[in-house]
């Protein structure tokens, strides 16, 4: 609460909270290009958050597929998944890779 309370202050200077006065503001965030980036824009978005900050300087609609591996790579790896990671992290074992190609 109190970094909200820091934060009230810095962007209506003033301690009083009047709603009546209260406009809706929208942070400077990238357009997306399609029907289907708008959860990936929105988790980058989320995390990159700082009302400060023109998000558009940060990432665009064109780093969505990079977004996605991202996310992808950290969900994987994550320390709390208990799948096997042998499939990912072997997939370009050097043997096996000269045995495909011969």
């Not at 790896?77 to 072997?90: C, I, M, P």
Request: aromatic content about 14%; some cysteine.
């Amino acid at each position: 609460m109190k970094n909200f309370a820091i934060l009230w202050k810095k962007i209506f200077e003033t301690d009083e909270p009047d709603f009546k006065k209260f406009q809706v503001m929208f942070p400077n965030m990238p357009r997306q290009g399609n029907a289907h980036n708008c959860g990936v824009m929105t988790m980058k978005a989320m995390e990159l958050f700082d009302p400060t900050k023109d998000l558009r300087k940060f990432f665009s609609d064109n780093d969505v597929g990079h977004i996605r591996i991202q996310y992808a790579n950290s969900l994987f790896f994550h320390k709390g998944n208990k799948v096997d990671q042998n499939v990912v992290t072997s997939f370009f074992d050097k043997e096996d890779f000269m045995r495909q190609l011969h």
